[in-house]
């Protein structure tokens, strides 16, 4: 076992163990917080998937933008809410949650046979940039192609983006707006 | 090197932790934990593809973008959120049934 599977799987258990937390847990802040070591134990499966700058978005956007602003609304969202959920009884297991847990264990068999049954190392154009040697290498800086690819093959997503960003700003604007007085 | 199959399998368990949480969480606030896990195995599975992509970076690209959107859904269901909380003082989502007033 080489040192990246090694550190694959150290990794990938961290992330499963502290969303499992995530999912588990009474306490809501601390549920909070331990999704942010899922979201950056994930950059970490990024950087070894070879995606540094995907890896380095989503410590940027991820960890310092979303859940700061879930941290906010949930301190803003008053008193009464803690005390609610400080009072529900919040087993991991019991009957009110058999259908949740039913539905995710289906689907987890579901998803684990089609990713095993699937092959995916040995997809036909996989095999083929394997051969090629066009999968990207360990030493390869491909933030300068990102950048490239970002302004030419994928202009129109970009732009597209772009304009949904600002619908999604003057909506959150105006959703969280003081109410007029009638 | 990693086989995509290792990160097929992880990134479908985490999708499930979040279908969990989804379905069975009464806390807003966690049920859009939930959707951020699972938009995270989704991004996991482009970028492990995106690998073997070197010339249009399709994969990694398409993860940069789906992280901006999730950015904004955040933005917008926690505005929504807020709202609700102070017009219904809950956030349970089972315990919101009326439309207005």
Partial sequence: ??????????????????????????????????????????????????????????????????????????????????????TQQNKFISIGKLPALLLAGLFLVVLINVAINMHADSLPWIKKSVEYKSYIQPDAAMTENIGVNLMTRYLLPFEAISILLMIALVGAAHLSRKEDKQ | MISLTDFMVVSAVLFCIGLYMIVSKHNAIQILIGIELMLNAAILNLVAFGRYDRLAN?????????????????????????NVCKRYKTIDPGK????KD
């Fill in chain 2, 58 to 82: 399709g994969g990694q690209m398409f993860a940069l973008f789906a992280i901006v959107l999730a950015a904004a859904t955040t933005a917008v269901a926690l505005a929504i959120i807020l």
């Fill in chain 2, 96 to 99: 919101i049934d009326n439309l």
């Fill in chain 1, 1 to 86: 076992m080489t040192m990246v599977q090694f550190l694959f799987y150290v990794m990938s258990f961290m992330a499963l163990a502290s969303a499992l937390f995530v999912a588990a847990t009474k306490n809501l802040v601390r549920s909070i917080f331990m999704f942010f070591i899922t979201l950056l134990v994930l950059a970490g499966l990024y950087v070894l998937a070879m995606a540094d700058f995907v890896a380095i978005t989503q410590v940027v956007i991820y960890v310092g933008g979303i859940l700061v602003l879930i941290l906010f609304a949930f301190m803003l969202s008053g008193k009464e809410n803690l005390n609610y959920i400080a």
